[in-house]
């Protein structure tokens, strides 16, 4: 059911990266080459990219540019629970960041990049949202570097569900959780780390006493400090539309990048491929220890 490719078999250092992104986080087209661009990054860092979907009835690790481009706006957004089903009913599957760590977890990697985590959803529990990323970074032993929790959800009361499920949360050269599109003004991370090599350290010990996963929190480069207007008019009328569950993610993103007239949209390739980039570098600090 698991099929990861020779490369990423013989690697010492691999960044597991999801699909979601490429077929839900830009607009049609746009999301392959920042896919390209991610793995790119990953491989210029001196690991290698294990892209992760399903195609043809199979968990895919690894995929090919071909491959990549199958990846469209009609694949199903999958998550944990997800996998089996779309494994064996033949669907095209764009892993989320749960998705991408269960089969991380399956498959042995240990470091992930992406956009943004998921988390409590505002308003809890109206709706009762609370993204199945949390549980599934809790149990796989994976650090994944994000531009922290995405800025549409409570990011307080994520940070706090994170600590309940002991998920160390270490802040990029920052004392403050990023808020995805925003370098500065979220809650006070738990813990910092200056480099790569020390980020590679305290997996390794977080890992040898037993725990599961991580996050990494790098701030943005290029930080929109103007967009949170924007996000509670973008949540105001995904609620008018009905539109709810994994829905709203892509629905909000879409609003943002019309409404900031694209300003939104180079955050988030240029955020998504530095994350990739940063991974690899803690990758290879890893394997070299």
Not at 167 to 172: R, S, T
Request: charge should be negative; proline fraction near 6%; charged fraction near 20%.
């Amino acid at each position: 059911m698991i099929v990861v490719s020779e490369e990423v078999r013989e690697a010492s250092a691999v960044v597991a990266l999801e699909t979601t992104l490429i077929a839900h986080g830009f607009p049609g087209g746009e999301g392959v080459a920042v896919g390209l661009e991610s793995e790119r990054l990953v491989r210029e860092a001196g690991a290698v990219p294990a892209t992760i979907g399903v195609l043809d009835g199979e968990l895919r690790v690894g995929l090919t540019e071909d491959e990549l481009t199958r990846f469209d706006a009609g694949a199903r957004k999958v998550g944990p629970r997800d996998l089996a089903a779309c494994v064996v009913q033949g669907a095209i599957g764009a892993t989320t960041v749960g998705g991408t760590l269960a089969v991380c977890r399956a498959a042995g990697i240990r470091f992930m990049g992406t956009g943004g985590l998921g988390g409590v959803h505002r308003g809890f529990p109206h709706p009762p949202d609370v993204s199945a990323d949390l549980g599934e970074l809790a149990r796989t032993q994976a650090l994944v570097v994000s531009a922290g929790i995405k800025s549409l959800l409570d990011v307080p009361a994520t940070l706090e569900l994170l600590e309940s499920l002991g998920v160390p949360v270490l802040g990029f050269r920052t004392n403050e959780l990023p808020l995805f599109y925003t370098a500065h003004g979220g809650p006070v991370v738990p813990g910092r780390v200056e480099s790569p090599d020390e980020a590679a350290r305290v997996a390794r010990a977080h890992w040898d006493l037993g725990g599961g996963g991580l996050l990494l929190a790098r701030p943005p480069d290029r930080s929109l400090d103007d967009v949170e207007p924007l996000i509670e008019e973008a949540l105001a009328e995904a609620e008018r539309r009905g539109v709810t569950g994994q829905a709203v993610t892509p629905f909000v993103l879409s609003f943002l990048h019309e409404r900031s007239e694209g300003r939104t949209l180079v955050a988030n390739r240029e955020l998504v491929v530095a994350n990739a980039g940063l991974a690899a570098e803690v990758a290879v600090s890893s394997a070299s220890a």
